[in-house]
């Protein structure tokens, strides 16, 4: 494994693997995010719940906690291998060129670096945001545990909206190569069929993440959610 | 200045060369042969050094092959990769006489097809050696896993070629050449990697070293460098490939050249057949002044095109314009047997003779059509698609011209050379140590090669023979005793400054192309397709003239110590300067015709080459004698024991 | 047709380079680009001015010889063309053309538009081919090849090792190339004893030599004159997991004679 990790293909197998966590990691959130709709007091006890999942056979909290401690080292791995693999190709092509011009990369694959940044700072933000209520709420505005207040009092602000909505944009389009791109360095999309079915699957996971995201800070600006 | 133009003396004093065939049936001669050669105990043959140089099929193949046994080999190629080699061009396919067909294949029929194809020109010791061999070389590419097409079953493929009626052709794609290369070079490079074989690119061969009388080594300059610097060795394998570039433009790469064969002539190797040269019919036209070299398109495009020029002189008309009527399909109408598949010597040669009547079509009126019209009413236009598309893609990409629209536009064009260093059975120069491979040597092909052969004859002699051979040499020598400051080494070395820094010193008004292109010409004019005294005669007056003129005014800038490619192509063209003069002796002095060496005045009333059996059965090797315009003729007698000696028809 | 040219002048590998802009007047549209090349560098000559040094030599785009960037992509604007085989009619009279080499750090410039390309040989010596002395040879036909696994294997043995996938790579990674000689080989029968030795160490070699990572752009494909697609980049991938979980063999040792 370490020899593995010696290898450029290897750091990009730890940045799939670790992709693939991250991107499970974000497809439920965008799920748990869509039970808002549900209702002030469903989407509440949802918040409980994730907080007591396991019980009593585990304590408050110790399940989140095992979910955020895989969650922070596969954050970790991905940045590192990702910083890693980018000094390489810096280091790969000292002189620049001129002039060049892109054929075959697409928008998102272009930008899956400054995307990365972009989505990092968004993570900081998001949980100072809405885990602490330290940003974006006039004193005593954020209340502890009363998510679908926080959600809405935190959304009804349009720039914070119109931040998160971008936000989304960048994750989709990091998902759009990520997703297709994790199966082309696992190596399991060799064939012509397969090609085309991970393209798809891609296509589809950054759709219904934008979507089903952007939905909330949406129906709170329409006043469907309220 | 030397314009003396007339046939050379023939020393009578001259030895009759002996080309060291084994005695026995020749289909025992090989077997006992091995038998019969010393061998180098494993243990020694480290301390034995070969230097190999080029890195085409012989080459790399010789290089991969010795370093394997255990031999300490140095190999040079003057590419940047030992990949780049003009092998990888070559389209169409290998033969092998595997009878995989169950059609009546066998060594002996590829024996016979060879000898007969190369107009009994060549050694049948040395062709039946080679139709024996060809069954291990399709094993060994296979083995490097050289992708050959394949039946829906996972057994080989095969084709049919030209001047055979089996199917023996071993092909991958239309890119067989490059695929049998990349094996040689893959099992090279396995080499290098191991430390048995040192690879030396951009590293061009300018002079060759002989001490004692045997060939001990090489001075070469680094064209990134300009580095001067020799070598020496036990052994010196030249793999260099032919010198179609001496008609500037031929199917060759830019780069291919004879400076290394040249170099060694000029040290006493003699030089066989130098007039056999191959023109190959299915080329695409010369499109300008600037065009730099021509395109092959492959000879199976023949099976469905028919070929024709307009009947009137000056036709400008196009041709969906002009009426069938008024069309000639001149090799139908000369060869109803045999139509648009007569053979390479006879299309190319019927399609000169349209042009000369200013019949010819395109830029410049020398071409001809071949027009697939009637196959894509007859198939449709899917069939043929399916069988050329990628010859019509080519086309289309370098002519603009959609051929399933417009007829193709296709003129002859040198190819290959048949003629190279003379070697005997073993591939040894008349330089005891001098080995020579490949298209370089004069060895299997006569006076015409068949398609598909060259390839064999590259890996027959890489793989399988030179490994046999120059050990037996080796095991009689021992190893060593000159290192790189012997004074013979020296002189070489300071020779070949002087002549670099004699093309830097020159600084004169025209470039080194135009005269390459110019000689060329001359070339293509009076020693090409057709020959006659006459154009030989005057040739012969023209190349000294031009070769002064280069001497004094060639204008090469720079200097020595970094890449300079007008420095690179100078020293080629001076050494084409030369050897186009010895191939206008030469295919002056064979007052017949044979194969690509088609001699007006030697022609039967049909206008087929007649051989003359009588005086011309041999091989003509010439030696060096320190003036370019009298070299000494030996003859190595040809003798037919197993095939019978007879005339070519086509109609 | 008339063509501006602004090309990379390099005198050696150590000199520092710039942009020069040369006049092309009068070429024929039929010409192809590296003919158009002659024609400028002998007038150059003619002007005792030192010619456009470029790398070239089949002309019909086979040897991989020759190759640069023509305003930003690997050998010009046509797909699956090699600049010998780039016709002048691709272009549009008054054009204005960058010329620039290959660039990475693997592909060190040797003068104007000449690289070395010297790393993708050692890619080759580390593992790229099948060991097989000549004479040991079984018959060709004892071993079966399914026919599409052979032409698969085609696709990928079509490489010409130009060079073009790493300079169009944003990352400058020569996955491309590598991935070509691993499945070649990989993917027929005669390949598989040294399959996991070959990814291994033609992958620990790319590395070696500087190259860069892959980012699964697809840049390479798009410029690869002979179309290998990034399908063979996953194969590699595959083929170097699986090889990484299996157990490591004892290093090769030269042949001891």
């Given amino acids: 494994m370490i020899a593995l990790w010696s290898t450029s293909i290897g750091k990009k197998a730890v940045m799939a693997v670790t992709g693939f966590i991250l991107t499970g990691f974000v497809v439920a959130h965008m799920l748990g995010n869509l039970k808002i709709f549900q209702g002030e007091e469903k989407f509440n006890s949802y918040a409980v719940w994730l907080r007591e999942v396991g019980s009593p056979a585990l304590g408050h909290q110790q399940f989140l906690w095992v979910l955020r401690l895989i969650l922070l080292a596969a954050v970790a791995l991905h940045i590192g291998a990702a910083v890693q693999l980018t000094r390489m190709s810096y280091a790969a092509r000292p002189v620049r060129y001129r002039r060049t011009e892109a054929i075959h990369a697409t928008y998102a694959a272009r930008t899956m670096r400054w995307g990365g940044v972009i989505l990092t700072l968004f993570v900081m933000y998001h949980i100072l945001h809405f885990t602490f209520g330290a940003v974006g709420y006039a004193p005593g505005q954020y209340r502890p545990m009363s998510v679908y207040r926080n959600v809405v009092v935190g959304f009804s602000v349009w720039y914070v909206s119109a931040f998160y909505i971008v936000a989304m944009i960048a994750l989709g389009l990091h998902l759009y190569h990520g997703v297709w791109s994790m199966f082309q360095t696992l190596g399991v999309n060799t064939v012509g069929a397969d090609r085309f079915f991970f393209r798809t699957l891609a296509t589809v996971t950054s759709l219904v993440v934008i979507l089903g995201n952007i939905s909330v800070p949406v129906g709170v600006l329409a006043g469907l959610v309220r | 200045m030397e314009t003396r133009v007339g046939l050379p003396a023939e020393d009578p004093a001259a030895s009759r060369l002996d080309a060291e065939i084994p005695p026995g049936p ?120 050289v992708p050959f097409a394949r039946e829906y079953g996972g057994l080989l493929d095969n084709r049919s070629f030209g001047g055979a009626q089996v199917s023996r052709t071993f092909y991958a794609r239309g890119q067989t050449g490059q695929q049998l290369l990349l094996g040689a070079y893959q099992a090279l490079q396995r080499q290098v990697g191991l430390g048995s074989v040192t690879l030396f690119i951009r590293t061009e061969m300018l002079d060759l070293v002989v001490i004692d009388g045997r060939a001990r080594g090489i001075v070469t300059r680094n064209l990134a460098t300009g580095a001067i610097e020799s070598h020496v060795g036990d052994a010196v394998v030249l793999a260099t490939g032919g010198y179609s570039n001496v008609f500037y433009l031929s199917t060759n790469a830019k780069a291919s050249n004879a400076t290394a064969i040249w ?63 008024e069309r000639d399909y001149y090799l139908e109408r000369k060869y109803p047997s045999y139509g648009n598949l007569a053979p390479r010597d006879i299309a190319s040669h019927a399609a000169k003779d349209v042009c000369d009547e200013k019949r010819g079509v395109g830029p410049g009126g020398r071409g001809v059509y071949l027009d697939f019209a009637d196959a894509i009413r007859r198939l449709g236009e899917s069939v043929i698609r399916e069988k050329y598309g990628n010859l019509f893609d080519m086309y289309e990409r370098i002519t603009g011209e959609n051929a399933y629209r417009v007829p193709m536009r296709i003129y002859p064009a040198p190819h290959y050379t048949m003629g190279g260093l003379w070697v005997d059975y073993n591939l040894m120069a008349t330089i005891p140590g001098l080995f020579v491979a490949g298209e370089a040597n004069f060895s299997d092909h006569g006076a015409n090669r068949l398609g598909a052969s060259a390839l064999m004859q590259g890996l027959a002699d890489g793989y399988f023979i030179l490994p046999a051979t120059v050990g037996d040499y080796l095991a009689r020598t021992p190893p060593g005793g000159v290192d790189t400051g012997h004074p013979a080494v020296e002189a070489a070395e300071a020779e070949v400054a002087t002549r670099v820094a004699q093309l830097l010193g020159i600084r004169g008004m025209r470039t080194v192309d135009s005269f390459h292109r110019e000689l060329g010409q001359i070339m293509w004019d009076h020693c090409g397709m057709a020959r006659n005294e006459g154009g030989l005669r005057y040739a012969l007056g023209k190349i000294p003239e031009l070769r002064q003129e280069f001497r004094e005014n060639v204008r090469v800038l720079e200097r020595n110590e970094e890449l300079n490619q007008s420095l690179e192509k100078a020293g080629r063209v001076v050494d084409f300067l030369e050897l186009a003069e010895l191939m206008c002796i030469d295919a002056l002095h064979r007052a017949e015709s044979c194969g690509g060496h088609f001699r007006e005045e030697h022609q039967t009333p049909d206008g087929e080459a007649l051989r003359d059996d009588e005086r011309f059965a041999y091989v003509s090797a010439w030696e060096y004698t320190g003036t370019l315009a009298r070299p000494t003729l030996h003859k190595e007698p040809l003798a037919f024991e197993y095939v019978h000696l007879a005339q070519r028809s086509y109609r | ?149 052979v032409e698969l294997a085609f696709d990928a043995a079509a490489c010409i090792g130009c060079g073009a996938c790493v300079a169009a790579c944003p990352n400058a990674s020569a996955m ?13 029968p005669q390949g598989q004893p040294e399959r996991n030795d070959r990814v291994r160490n033609m992958v620990a070699a790319m590395d070696r030599e500087m190259f860069g990572g892959c980012t699964n752009m697809g840049e390479c494909q798009a410029v690869c004159p002979k179309e290998i697609t990034i399908a063979f980049i996953a194969r590699l991938n595959h083929d170097l997991l699986a090889a990484s979980f299996k157990g490591r063999k004892p290093p090769r040792t030269a042949a001891s004679p």
């Fill in chain 3, 176 to 188: 491309l190339f590598t991935a070509a000689k691993v499945s070649h080989l990989g993917l027929l």
């Fill in chain 3, 1 to 149: 047709m008339n063509l501006t040219l602004r090309v990379w002048r390099q005198k050696n590998a150590h000199a520092r380079g710039r942009f020069v802009t040369y006049e092309a007047r009068n070429v024929s549209p039929d010409m192809s680009f590296l003919e158009m090349l002659d024609v400028v560098n002998e007038e150059l000559i003619g002007r005792e001015q030192e010619p456009i040094a470029f790398e070239h030599d089949c002309r019909e785009g086979i040897c991989g010889a020759c190759g640069f960037m023509i305003n930003g992509i690997a050998h010009g604007p046509k797909r699956g063309t090699t600049v010998c085989q780039l016709h002048l009619r691709t272009f549009r009279d008054g054009d204005h053309l960058t010329l620039e080499p290959w660039r990475a750090k693997a592909f060190p410039v040797i003068k104007d538009l000449v690289v070395d390309r010297g790393a993708f040989d050692r890619i080759i010596q580390a593992g790229g081919f099948i060991s097989a002395p000549a004479g040991a040879a079984p018959d060709a036909n004892a071993i079966l090849v399914p026919k599409e696994d």
């Fill in chain 2, 263 to 325: 170099r060694a002539h000029k040290r006493g190797a003699f030089f066989a057949n130098p007039c056999f040269t191959q023109i190959h019919p299915t080329c695409i036209p010369v499109s300008g002044e600037y065009q730099s070299k021509l395109t092959l398109m492959s000879e199976s495009l023949r099976n469905d095109g028919r070929v024709w020029v307009p009947k009137k002189i000056g036709d400008g008309r196009p041709p969906d314009q002009i009426p069938e009527s």
């Fill in chain 2, 26 to 145: 020749i289909e025992r001669k090989w077997e006992r042969h091995r038998f019969d050669m010393k061998l180098v105990s494993p243990a020694n043959r480290r301390r034995y050094t070969i230097l190999v140089v080029g890195s085409g099929l012989a080459g790399a193949a010789a290089a991969a092959s010795l370093g394997e046994m255990g031999y300490n080999v140095k190999c040079f190629s003057y590419h940047d990769s030992a990949r780049r080699a003009h092998s990888i061009a070559a389209q169409g396919g290998i033969n092998a006489a595997k009878n995989y067909r169950n059609d009546g294949d066998s060594v002996f029929r590829l024996f016979y097809d060879t000898v007969k194809g190369g107009d009994f020109r060549s050694r049948e010791g040395n062709v039946y050696r080679l139709a024996e061999l060809s069954l291990n070389i399709i094993d060994q590419c296979v083995a490097q896993g």
